[in-house]
């Protein structure tokens, strides 16, 4: 079984060293992935949006060249376990999606991804094993036209610096605060 290209544990080894520790999640990302690139042609390069913060942008950062950091992979925070490659030009779109009536014939997947069992009594080698036998079949894929003025840079915003902290931030006029010391976000004491 591979997942684009790569041995499903090869593709395990790599969650590990990049995630930190095995996560159901992050092999159905992998299926996911691997079940949107197999559909789409293969000459073209692709921006990548996810709904989910978590596990799903990890899969894709390992497994394609779309990062968080190079900004063609975007997080849209809709919680739901989705996924949608697109050409950055046009919108055309492939979207992958856990399928809520397809998970129920997986009942050890259905029990833990809506949370059903609490973790200590979940059989975790059962999961795993699940996951690998139910790969792409828990899966739908769906064609859409994403919006691209969403995912778009903004070109031209300025670079101001913060009359408090002396720090850079984005804005238009030096001498203003940034969101720190103007209290609008406040993460550190
Ligand atoms: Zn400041």
Known sequence: ???????????????????GSMAPGLIIGGFMVDLIVKNLPKDRFYDVICESMKCLPDAIQLLTPCSIGNGWLKIVKIGRFAMTFFDKETGDGLRAYLDTEKIKKYPAVNEWFFKLTPKHEQDADKLFETIRAAGAE????QKVKVDTSITRKKKGSKIAVCAKCNESYPGTESGNLCKVCSGAVIYYT
């Open 1 to 19: 079984m591979q997942i684009c290209d790569l041995p499903l544990e090869e593709y395990e080894k790599k969650i590990v060293e990049f995630h």
């Open 138 to 141: 828990i899966i739908s894929l």
